[in-house]
C-alpha cells in the first residue's frame, strides 16, 4: 500500500506561479511510476507530467510543455509539480499517483493503483 498526500493547491491569476507537492508514504520502494493528472468538470482526466523510473522517462502533456516541471526529492519521497505562467485553461483537481507499472504508456495514461485525494488549482483573468 502507498498513500499520497497533495498539497500547494490553491488561487492564482493567470501568469502566475503554484508548486503541488506530494508527499508518499508505505511501501514507496515499489514505485516506479508517480506523476501528477488533472481533471475539470469538462474533461476526462489527462496526464499533466509523469516519470516513469523503470526507464527513466519523463511525460508532459503538450499543454504544460515549457511551463509545468515535475521533480522529486527521493529523501523525502515527495514528488513536485512547478506550475509556471499558469493559463485560464490550467484550472482544474490536480491529482498525484504513484504505484509499480509494467510500462511507460500504462504509467503515462494513469493506469496507476495509488492516488492522493487531489488538489484543487484555480487559474483567474
Known amino acids: 500500500q502507498v498513500q499520497l498526500a497533495e498539497s500547494g493547491g490553491g488561487s492564482v491569476q493567470a501568469g502566475g506561479s503554484l508548486r503541488l507537492s506530494c508527499a508518499a508514504s508505505?511501501?514507496?520502494?515499489?514505485?516506479?511510476?508517480l506523476g501528477w493528472f488533472r481533471k475539470d468538470p469538462e474533461k476526462e482526466r489527462g496526464g499533466v507530467a509523469v516519470?516513469?523510473?523503470?526507464?527513466?522517462?519523463?511525460y508532459y502533456a503538450d499543454s504544460v510543455k515549457g511551463r509545468f516541471t515535475i521533480s522529486q526529492d527521493n529523501a523525502k519521497n515527495t514528488v513536485y509539480l512547478q506550475m509556471n505562467s499558469l493559463k485560464l485553461e490550467d484550472t482544474a483537481m490536480y491529482f498525484c499517483?504513484?504505484?509499480?507499472?509494467?510500462?511507460?504508456?500504462?504509467?503515462?495514461?494513469?493506469?496507476?493503483?495509488?492516488w492522493g485525494q487531489g488538489t484543487q488549482v484555480t487559474v483567474s483573468s
Open positions: 499517483a504513484a504505484g509499480w507499472v509494467p510500462g511507460y504508456d500504462l504509467c503515462r495514461r494513469g493506469q496507476i493503483p495509488y
Open positions: 516519470f516513469y523510473l523503470r526507464e527513466d522517462s519523463t
Open positions: 508505505g511501501d514507496t520502494y515499489r514505485i516506479n511510476c
